[in-house]
């Protein structure tokens, strides 16, 4: 079995198993845990629609911060959307899922494809050396926070190398690549990574806080 | 109005009060003897038994992103990234992930357990230097409730017994008591006398059944007595079938403050209990922010269901008064440029901003907003009781900078504030810092605006 068989056969299938397990079991832990009951009367009714609201308005800052953290968003709105358009709108990604789903869907052009892959790929350098020199961001990081940006780099890296052909043998970039993935699907359940799965429930419990209260945010 | 305090009697009574807030920290009692195992454990218990789906969810969505250090007034002010808001969360996280999360059989085996020295070096940070205030809530993008995990880490320290001396002292007196700064019975009915010679009108104490019942606070009855007098003169301007209550006057509340949730539990229920035997529609609690928390948002869950009655502010509850044309009050002459400060647990945890707008606007004031202003507003500097505590000084003053900066870009003559401990954080850092701007009680400007003719009463 030559490295690109094994990383895109036992290591990537091993690696959704784990991805899988590991999601469902996190998932249904906090999904298991009690919830405490609130017994005031709300100032606002209708609580949920303040999580709803809530949900939504976070994705960008309020204007009184937007000077303050304006970088911090638009980093993360940059690289988020690059990499959900590269996973999900490359050809190739597009033809990998096909042939699990069994159906495609239409492509970005390959140019494109590029260009935000290296822009995702830049912004995660640019934050993971923030992250480094930041002393707020350095005192409040652990080795989950820099080895999650790293491990989210990693498939931007080996697929723009692989792509254009740069560094090691194409099969042998095209096997880091899918390691690279495999590596981030195992770490995923595990590490901050989580937060995809708890940042809108989280928005949505302080919009009804709020919401209760009768301050809309 | 009229004039139930002069300006000396209040620069007089503030320096005493000054002087015996001072001097708490040294007639506290001492720090409980306690193992470091009791106190650990003590923590713990507190942290395990509040950790729900809910908080899990949020200490799982936190990504680090350093973004909440740009909402705190302590981390902007000293610059300082120890103060970061989310990183006074970090036991309550160790806990989490070593005891109930899901991980907890893979994370426990590199989180190190809590230790004696974990929770003195967190004293600091989640009461010298966090108010609570909230704001840091609203910049994460996770939208994680930084501001109520440190109030479970205040009732943490407090369990393991570290919370702050001056506030041992207050809780400890309160739990006593009933009331704080010494304002027992006694002194109360002292200053229902003296307020009732200076209005001219019987002052309707401890009737038995009433539909308002109207609280203060020890701060008000040994200084800020414009505050209680205003809202008693504008209850009577009104018409309003109204009583206060010899055993049920005190709003203040400690235990909160402390996270000494037996002393807030007791407090709160307290005070429905009377409301309830009295039969009231509306508790007013005084301007004391954290009193409306207290029994607002505290009274259900606290008594174990819902309560039979309102409970509403004094901003809120003449505000909307104003604002439904229940109650009229006169223009000034001066069209005075103010500035307004929302009190964060009446404000950004209340949802009380356009009620005391309300009244600016009555009285012919023109309201000059500060560019943090409703549910984006700065703390005092002090609110949560770090105004007694005399380690946060520094910080104190940083926070006050950072409010009076945004305030005097607005231009404004005079500060409105409808919360007491606000209000003598301005007064202390105005002291401080040399700054002379007026601070004006929203209750003692109602009742200074009332018409002098009650035909005006609706």
Known sequence: ?217 | MTEVVTKTELDEAFAMFYGMAASIKDLASPEPEMTEAERVGAAKGVFLKAIDAEMATQLDACVKCGACAQACQYSIGTNDPKYTPVRKLELLKRVYDRELSPLRWLKRLYTPDLTEADLRAHQELVYDACTMCGRCNLVCPSGINIADMVALNRSALAAAGLMPAELRFMQEGQEADGTIFGADEDLFLYRIQDLQERLGFEIPLDKEKADVLLVTSGLDIHLFRDATGGAIEALQHMGVDYTLRTDGYEGANFGLLSGHDGTKKKLTNHLVDVAIKTGVKVVIVPECGHSYPALRFYGAEAHGGAIPFEVMTVSEYFGRAVMEGRLKLEKDAERRVVALHDPCKVGRWGGVFEEPRAIIEAIGWELHETESNRAYNFCCGGGAGNFLIESADQLKRTGYRIKMNEIEQTGAKSIVVSCGSCRMNFEVGKVKAGDTIPVESLAALIAAHLPKDKGAKA
Do not use: C
């Open chain 1, 1 to 217: 079995m030559s490295l690109l068989d094994f990383a895109r056969g036992p290591a990537l299938e091993w690696a959704a198993v784990v991805f899988m397990v590991g999601m469902l079991w996190r998932i249904g832990g906090l999904t298991l845990m009690l919830r405490n009951k609130v017994l005031s009367k709300d100032r606002t009714p209708e609580p949920w629609k303040g999580g709803l609201r809530t949900m939504f308005t976070r994705f960008s800052p309020a204007p009184v911060f937007r000077r303050k953290v304006a970088f911090q968003y638009i980093a993360g709105w940059v690289w988020h959307l690059g990499f959900v358009l590269v996973v999900f709108f490359f050809q190739l990604h597009i033809q990998f899922f096909k042939g699990i789903v069994g159906f495609g869907w239409p492509a970005l052009p390959n140019g494109m494809i590029v260009a935000m892959g290296a822009v995702s790929l830049a912004v995660l350098i640019t934050l993971l050396i923030r992250r480094m020199l930041n002393p707020v961001l350095r005192m409040i990081s652990s080795f989950d926070d820099y080895a999650s940006t790293v491990i989210t780099a990693l498939p931007f890296a080996t697929g723009l190398m692989a792509f254009a052909h740069i560094g090691l043998a194409y099969e042998t970039m095209l096997a880091l690549h899918f390691l690279s993935v495999a590596l981030l699907l195992v770490w995923f359940p595990f590490s901050k990574l989580f937060h995809v799965f708890t940042v809108l429930p989280s928005r949505y419990a302080l919009g009804v806080k709020f919401w209760r209260k009768g301050v809309k945010v």
